[in-house]
């Protein structure tokens, strides 16, 4: 099952992915939050966890360039687009291919985590939450989201209505509008073997609360994205 899903995620999901939800206003506003509860300026070091397509690190190293970056992914094809989009922005990190259940760093090396959209897709989420408070050092801030509903075509109704009343909002025009969406309907069905996967995971905010129960974090705050059904999980490494 876990090589259908890499390679998912190598020929379809990353290549269509910058043209469909990379560019959902929704899918900004949750990367903006995420990165703000961060506080950049002050970082020094940023592990991104699931690079996907690149767009959290390349946003991190445009609001902080004097941090210094390292990410991970668990498919090929993440790293190569990740590695191109760092380079048009001017911009280097050290990537790595990595399971995000089993980090190769030591204890305590980051002063910042970040992971969006990673959880969604793990079996060993528990274990995902773990490493990243492992390698914080200790004050060190973390920020991450879980599913807050099962996916489904409730959400993607939810994110186009958003994205519709967004461009409306800026002076889109409306029929222009139509026909992209329209463009980009068939790109996505291609999402369809995420909503079908088995053993889909959602979580409250108090089941949430349980992942990080028996681990040194302090200043834990959940907040629900309603329009992208995630919880932005962020805290502190005690």
């Not at 773990?130 to 879980?146: A, K, Q």
Request: aromatic share 8%; with cysteine.
């Amino acid at each position: 099952m876990q090589s259908f899903v890499q390679m998912y995620f190598d020929y379809v999901y990353n290549p269509i992915y910058d043209a469909t939800t990379g560019t959902l206003s929704r899918y900004r506003t949750l990367q903006t939050k995420c990165l703000n509860t961060l506080a950049l300026e002050d970082a020094q070091w940023l592990l991104c966890v699931g690079l996907g397509t690149g767009n959290e690190a390349v946003a991190a190293l445009q609001a902080a360039p004097h941090l210094r970056l390292s990410g991970i992914d668990f498919t090929p094809s993440a790293l190569t687009r990740s590695r191109a989009k760092l380079r048009r922005a001017g911009r280097n990190a050290e990537l790595r291919l990595m399971d995000a259940a089993a980090l190769r760093y030591p204890d305590q090396c980051f002063d910042r985590v970040l992971c969006i959209h990673v959880l969604d897709f793990v079996d060993e989420v528990d274990a995902v939450v773990r490493e990243i408070v492992r390698v914080l050092r200790p004050g060190g801030r973390f920020s991450l989201t879980l599913p807050s509903r099962t996916e489904g075509a409730a959400m993607g109704v939810a994110l186009a209505k958003d994205q519709v009343k967004t461009a409306l909002r800026s002076g889109r025009n409306p029929l222009l509008l139509i026909a992209e969406l329209l463009m980009k309907l068939p790109l996505g069905v291609l999402y369809l073997p995420l909503l079908l996967r088995p053993q889909r995971r959602s979580f409250s905010s108090q089941q949430a609360r349980v992942l990080f129960a028996d681990l040194p974090v302090s200043a834990l705050s959940i907040e629900e994205e309603q329009a992208y059904q995630d919880l932005i999980v962020t805290g502190r490494k005690s």
